[in-house]
């Protein structure tokens, strides 16, 4: 059998109480680079001359470099350390952030750099957030998903605000918002290389078909979690990102000829409004989660009723075209979000145990992400259906994965309690 091949890892370095603000500075600096370029799509379609269709595509690169950040860095890290992972994360940050500043000349530097960022982001959310909640001292508080959400939601947002200002105001808007990044992100490495490692490095005994099962092993939903994973945590992963892109990808590509020159400051607001609002519910979405029995489905459910409210926000805009009531939409979608990403994270770290947290915290954030490549999707199916219609068939399906939560949280309550 491969686990009695496994040789156990020697004893971890004690942690410092502060040690966790580091790595939540990587995750901070990798969430930046990540949504830096969000709030810049309508500098690319005005100054770069690229369709809506190409720019929503830049958006669906990221999430192909996301799949492998997420599904590998996890497992890869609970075998060879979260350090080594960490920093090599980092460093593709900047280098993303350098390859962006080519992108006024041509599609290639930016498919590249967003997929590289992707990378980055996706190294940094599962092997980032598996780390601050091992760097923890307390215990069973919740308080380490919130830490991993708050500094990885706080890079987003400050991302995507001061490359929109940049952009709108400062010199070279195509290449200052990029090196802003670059300045911020040069000593985090160096400063990752002092923080205690919690997953010392197994000794290498495995061939690669070993090692390849052991990755395919830590991905997996431990047995006695897998109904909730399927019937709460599942239908409610894809609305956490994708609540984000019908924020803050498809209004401001709605009502864009309603705000005129201001398009990328709105933009830019939209972002920082949505995700601010996501940051400012986190301590609301910890409440909503604690408990047990059916108190413990309070937050899923709590977050996808959120989601349908902003869903059909969206709908009712497409019609409407106000930036107004697009804003409105944004701060409900906020909230949602803020309320998922949180209640994800908690369900994960109940299910996993400390040799599959990174691994499956990977396969969430996976789920998530999917969510993200709905602009892309709408702006392809747009050649066929309009957004009034394609907006109303997303609030349908926000209503399905509702009732799919509401009936997962009560059927695994029950099944919970039924085994006491």
């Not at 994360?89 to 041509?106: D, P």
């Not at 987003?156 to 010199?171: I, R, S």
């Amino acid at each position: 059998m491969l686990e009695t091949q496994q040789a156990v890892p020697p004893p971890a370095s004690a942690p410092r109480p502060d040690s966790w603000r580091t790595v939540a500075a990587a995750m901070f600096v990798c969430g930046w680079g990540g949504n830096q370029f969000t709030p810049l799509l309508l500098m690319y379609r005005q100054l770069g001359g690229y369709s809506a269709l190409s720019v929503d595509a830049f958006l669906g690169a990221y999430v192909v470099g996301l799949v492998p950040g997420l599904l590998l860095a996890g497992p890869v890290s609970d075998r060879r350390g979260r350090r080594p992972v960490l920093v090599a994360g980092t460093v593709a940050s900047a280098v993303a952030s350098l390859v962006l500043c080519f992108g006024g000349q041509s599609a290639w530097p930016i498919y590249a750099g967003r997929l590289i960022t992707g990378i980055a982001v996706g190294i940094a959310m599962s092997v980032g957030s598996s780390w601050v909640k091992e760097l923890a001292t307390e215990d069973d508080s919740g308080l380490p998903a919130r830490r991993a959400s708050l500094c990885q939601t706080a890079g987003f947002g400050l991302g995507a605000g001061v490359a929109g200002v940049a952009a709108q105001w400062g010199p070279w808007p195509m290449v200052t918002p990029y090196g802003v990044h670059l300045l911020l992100t040069l000593a985090i490495p160096v400063l990752l290389l002092r923080v205690p490692e919690t997953r010392p490095p197994l000794p290498h005994t495995a061939g690669l078909r070993e090692l390849l099962t052991t990755l395919v092993n830590d991905l997996r939903v431990p047995a006695p979690a897998r109904k909730r994973f399927r019937l709460v945590v599942l239908p409610m992963a894809p609305w956490v990102f994708g609540s984000a892109g019908l924020a803050y990808a498809v209004m401001p590509q709605l009502v864009g000829s309603h705000v005129g020159h201001w398009g990328l400051v709105y933009a830019t607001g939209l972002t920082v409004l949505t995700l601010g609002m996501g940051a400012a519910v986190q301590p609301v979405a910890k409440k909503l989660h604690s408990g047990t029995g059916t108190r413990a489905g309070r937050a899923p459910v709590a977050a996808m009723t959120v989601m349908l409210l902003g869903a059909a926000l969206c709908a009712a805009n497409a019609v409407l075209l106000s930036p107004w009531l697009a804003a409105a939409a944004a701060a409900v979608l906020g909230a949602g979000y803020g309320i998922a990403v949180v209640s994800g994270l908690l369900e994960i770290q109940r299910m996993a145990g400390a040799d599959d947290l990174a691994g499956l915290t990977g396969v969430y954030y996976t789920f998530a992400y999917a969510g993200f490549l709905l602009p892309t999707v709408l702006a392809t199916l747009s050649r066929w259906l309009s957004y009034p219609v394609m907006l109303t068939a997303v609030a349908a399906a926000a209503l399905v994965c509702l009732g799919l939560v509401v009936t997962g949280a009560r059927v695994t309550a029950t099944a919970a309690s039924a085994t006491k």
